[in-house]
């Protein structure tokens, strides 16, 4: 199973393949595509997905939306985005961001501020913006981390402040997770090419008719990409 674009309002049939694609008609708009190894890893979907767009993706495992917020705006100034998708999992190594502990109030007002104010510059600039949801790794589920799913509603409220819908959420757990909770796999897609996986770093393989979704360590897109020399991911 892969990952796509799916609307935040609509259940996800995991038999179908959830595209967005063509979701413009046009000469080649652009789509600005920014985030962390999460949206790495999706490259390859939304290259298909989105195959009517011109993508411009900027992506570096382990950052903060911090990060971006310099190269965004000067970016903008010469250029002009249809579509902005940005990830943000909520690293907190980057060094704009790092000051303030992961989960506290600070490092949430920290990551609110800095979505916002890049929501803010692609609508400005005419772009429609997807603001990709959070998931939970395997620690925080076995952890009970109360505070996993705080950056989905920060995400979830810029969105909503938006009236005239240029702002969408995606709630990814609808894609990735099998009725709202962590799963090592999910069913196959109709057509996909590898499928009844029997190995894995997982210690119960899945059942026929099933893909593994989740690496080993509980967080990154099974099988990963781009693919590592070692087998953290694999």
């Known amino acids: 199973a892969t990952l796509a674009l799916a609307s935040s309002d609509a259940p996800v049939d995991h038999n179908e393949r ?9 000469k080649q708009p652009l789509a600005v595509v920014l985030g962390d190894s999460l949206i790495t890893q999706a490259g390859p979907q939304l290259a298909s997905d989105l195959s009517n767009l011109k993508i411009d993706r900027s992506s570096t495992p382990a950052i903060a939306a911090c990060f971006y917020l310099p190269t965004v ?9 249809r ?9 907190d190594t980057t060094p704009c961001i790092n000051k303030y502990p992961y989960e506290s109030p600070d490092y949430f007002a920290k990551y609110k501020a800095d979505v916002s104010t890049m929501t803010q510059e692609f609508v400005r600039a005419g772009a429609h913006v997807f603001l990709i ?10 952890s009970a981390d109360p505070l996993w799913g705080r950056l989905n509603e920060v995400y979830a409220a810029i969105a909503r402040s938006y009236k005239r819908r240029d702002v969408s959420f995606v709630n990814i757990q609808r894609v990735v997770e099998s009725d709202g909770h962590f799963t090592w796999y999910l069913p196959c897609l109709a057509g996909e090419a590898s499928c009844d996986a029997t190995t894995s770093g997982i210690v119960i393989p899945p059942p026929p008719g099933n893909n593994i979704v989740r690496s080993v360590e509980g967080l990154h897109f099974c099988p990963l990409y781009p693919t590592t020399s070692n087998a953290l991911y694999n």
């Open 73 to 81: 705006k000067k970016f903008l100034k010469s250029h002009k985005p």
């Open 133 to 142: 949801g959070t998931i939970p790794d395997a620690t925080q589920v076995a």
């Open 83 to 91: 579509v902005a998708i940005i990830e943000f999992w909520g690293n």
């Open 18 to 26: 959830q595209a967005v694609a063509p979701l413009y008609s046009g």
